[in-house]
């Protein structure tokens, strides 16, 4: 018989990809049969089939992990409705609150083949999906299938949440693993806080720590994010972003501060060629100038000599900062660099052989 489990998060960009990713590549190197989708579609900007007369909704995050652990095609399960704001302004006029027939075609779908692992990505948080029927307690319900949560630890306060979940799924719920723990946290997460949730009924699986890398921007990302004006380096914009300065101090202070951050992309007024110069000269990943002016020869020169590129944006300093720090943490798991990552991630903190004990799921399968 197939197997199917829902991975879920209590709040949205909690980890649920990288754990889909770790769990999925021990499964198929323990020789499973792994099947991967979502329900619910939440982006399909990327999706264009590369196999002709598949007309099925693909989400691009299920096109990226099928893709990375080289799954066939039939092994990424097409979602069965898009959360948008045209499809919930429809269902609300509609007053279509279920997912009706589609929802038994998915689960027609996930139970026509035998000694299959089928792994499903629920919506990003307890009640996103409710529109749709498709909410991760009405998934676990209506599929008869357990749940393994990602949840964004911060501190003891972040317990409400799994409280919550439990409330709602009941025994569905298998377990949790705690995700961007702060790393010099993880000791006393595991010696004093896990004992104490597990008491609570809530099983551990795994306490991950926080990770720059998985929470980093593409500088292409940053470009479409902020309608920045690429001036060189246009070839480079696959550079990973993991933390922001703002150059609006002296020079020698600013080439104090540069030293001490890693992959920067540096915000700075176009007028501000000695601190632009000075990032250059740091760990910059891309410069982005603000406010009017265009930057000096010398400048884009130095910029091409180092391969950094260069932004220009129609935007002030603060409202670009804004937007760049909203994008930390709020893009999804779509480079290689990050699934090699997530990887590693998942087998050294996470208790895969407990996990999949908990979801009635066997070690190994020997061919």
Request: net charge negative; with cysteine.
């Amino acid at each position: 018989m197939s197997k199917t489990f829902l991975i879920g998060s209590c709040e949205p960009f909690s980890g649920k990809s990288a754990l889909v990713l770790g769990i999925a590549r021990n499964l198929i190197s323990s020789n499973h049969r792994v099947r991967f989708g979502k329900p619910l579609a939440t982006s399909l900007e990327l999706n264009s089939s590369k196999v002709e007369d598949i007309q099925d909704m693909i989400d691009d995050d299920v096109r990226f992990v099928g893709e990375t652990l080289e799954l066939p095609i039939h092994s990424m399960i097409p979602s069965i409705e898009f959360l948008g704001a045209s499809t919930a302004s429809e269902r609300i006029k509609k007053n279509i609150l279920d997912a009706g027939i589609k929802f038994e075609q998915l689960k027609s779908s996930i139970n026509s083949s035998d000694n299959v692992i089928n792994i499903l990505e629920a919506a990003g948080s307890l009640h996103e999906g409710l529109l749709y029927g498709l909410s991760l307690r009405q998934l676990a319900k209506g599929l008869n299938a357990n749940v393994l949560l990602a949840h964004f630890w911060q501190d003891c306060r972040s317990v409400e949440a799994l409280l919550q979940a439990k409330n709602q799924l009941g025994d569905r719920l298998s377990g949790v693993v705690l995700n961007a723990v702060n790393p010099d946290q993880i000791k006393h997460i595991k010696d004093n806080v896990v004992p104490s949730l597990e008491l609570l009924g809530l099983n551990v699986f795994g306490v991950m720590p926080r990770s720059p890398l998985l929470r980093s921007v593409t500088v292409e990302e940053l470009v479409r994010r902020l309608d920045a004006r690429v001036i060189c380096c246009a070839e480079r914009l696959e550079l990973m972003v993991e933390t922001l300065s703002i150059g609006a101090m002296s020079v020698n202070s600013a080439m104090e501060f540069f030293r001490r951050r890693r992959n920067m992309a540096v915000v700075t007024g176009a007028d501000r060629t000695d601190i632009q110069l000075a990032a250059l000269e740091a760990s910059t990943q891309c410069l982005i100038l603000t406010g009017a002016g265009e930057p000096l020869p010398q400048l884009i020169n130095r910029s091409e000599e180092l391969e950094v590129p260069l932004l220009k944006v129609d935007r002030d300093t603060l409202s670009t900062v804004e937007v760049i720090e909203q994008a930390f943490g709020h893009v999804r798991l779509h480079e290689t660099v990050k699934a090699t990552y997530a990887f590693r991630l998942v087998q050294e903190h996470c208790d895969l052989d407990r996990i999949f004990k908990s979801l009635g799921i066997s070690s190994s399968v020997h061919e």
